[in-house]
């Protein structure tokens, strides 16, 4: 009876335990859904506000003798770049939002020859951008991994194709196996660092230094969904001469 008794409390535990575990998992969703509808409503504020400046220039100056064809033209061409960013704001808000509900799915694969095609594919990102990528290796043979490697790839060509954004020669990339449970990739450029902003708010959704190519700096918040999905981690900082680290833990999901 007491053995009886006594499983009977262990299986109530463990039925507590999951579901203290599932309600911490549900609040910190709803904590990121309610973080990024605060992001989007405060970053959709600047290009409104600027398309309502415009059209009231534009309403002013119907009756400005002095207000020519050209002007009329670069005003339009101005609203037509905001609009183009409002709708590429909209699709990352989507996307990310999709990321949020994506199934990995992992396969069995040969680790050594995954990191060889990263290699190849990160190699050909950066060939025509005047950036060397150098990858640095253990020797890993004879490891099969259960991994997503489209999901990865995915991670690596958004850091890399960020480094190509600020680096100034050369991104590095090493590769090792922590404890033989995960993968870690050291991403390394010769740029000017993550921004401070960054490195005290690692979790913005949405950050970027430049408005060229209407880039909306959502890469990284992509790289950590996909991260966490795969039950690892990415961590930036900044090395002592200069320069950004990134580093992607990524486990074995045998």
């Known amino acids: 009876c007491r ?23 549900m609040l910190e969703m709803i904590e990121k859904r309610r973080r990024l509808q605060s992001s989007v409503a405060h970053d959709l504020r600047n290009p409104i506000a600027i398309m309502k400046g415009y059209l009231e220039m534009m309403e002013e100056s119907l009756n400005d003798k002095e207000f020519s064809y050209e002007d009329f033209r670069d005003e339009i061409r101005t609203l037509s770049l905001t609009t183009d960013r409002m709708d590429q704001y909209v699709q990352s808000v989507s996307m990310i939002n999709h990321l949020g509900d994506m199934e990995l799915v992992p396969q069995d694969e040969d ?6 095609n990263w290699e190849k594919d990160m190699k050909i990102l950066v060939e025509n951008s005047g950036i060397d990528i150098v990858f640095v290796k253990d020797d890993i043979t004879g490891e099969t991994w259960k991994l997503d490697v489209n999901a990865i790839s995915r991670v690596l060509e958004n850091i890399v194709k960020n480094g190509c954004r600020y680096a100034r020669t050369k991104i590095e990339i090493k590769v090792s196996l922590c404890d033989n449970s995960q993968l870690q990739f050291d991403i390394t ?5 993550y921004p401070d902003k960054l490195l005290k708010n690692p979790d913005l959704f949405f950050y970027t230094t430049e408005q060229k190519n209407g880039h909306m700096g959502m890469g990284m918040t992509i790289c950590r969904i996909i991260c966490k999905k795969h039950q690892g981690s990415i961590e930036i900082s900044n090395l002592e001469n200069k320069g950004a680290r990134t580093t992607i833990k990524i486990k074995n999901l045998r």
């Open 189 to 193: 450029d010769d740029g000017p660092g």
């Open 3 to 25: 053995n009886e008794l006594g499983r009977l409390c262990d299986s109530f535990e463990k039925m507590r335990e999951a579901l203290a575990e599932n309600n911490k998992e």
């Open 111 to 116: 680790l050594e020859v995954c990191i060889d």
